[in-house]
């Protein structure tokens, strides 16, 4: 709370005496739209920009935040559907179809990052090779690429704390681990790479991911990448 209404963001009612913030009933039903609106990985900037148009209307917000929220509940109870189904199989109490085992996953989101990537200028092609080349991966070798992805992250975080510039030795090297983890799956161009950074950036399930690690991760990776694309790839 502190740290919105420095920003701008939320306000309290009044300041006490004391300098403590105190909040009434308008205040805490805007807080819970920016709630809202966070969940559904949208930045803080988006937020105020949003909240502080004059055509915001807070009734209107909420059938949507209604309408995303039953839409996501009926993907989530399709996914359990889909666990308890797998659980049964394995225990030999149930035979699953093949058809049945991907059920209630967003193969609509996989294509809306197929389009993103092929509009960067990743062909077709490469993403069926991509698709191709990690199906038959077991349970460990993708566990192997989470804490390689993970160890980046830290990485980066760790720079950002210690404020480093996107463009500095450091961070580029660490750039370059990402850059070659990604060409486990595809090989970036120069174009497509930076391509891969402007999906990070406006896609909100990748903005929540990065938001969720460190509120400044999403920028500076990016920045860092097309650095390191403007560099490295041709």
Known sequence: LHFYDEIGLLKPAYYGDNNYRYYEEAQLLMLQQILFFREIGLQLSDIRRIISSPDFDKLKTLESHRKILEKNFDQTKKLIETVDKTIAHLRGKKTMKLEEIFHGF???KQKLYEDFLIDSGVSQDVINKSKDKIKDWTKEQ???NKRE????HAELVEAINNHLS???PE???TIKKHYQMTTIFWMPTRETYIGLSQLYSSHP????FYNDLHPKLLKFLTEAMKIYAERELS
């Open 171 to 173: 961070v580029q090297k």
């Open 149 to 152: 992805g993970d160890k980046i």
């Open 205 to 208: 399930d990748f903005v929540k």
């Open 106 to 108: 967003n193969n609509e």
């Open 166 to 168: 996107p463009s500095s």
């Open 142 to 144: 993708w566990m192997d």
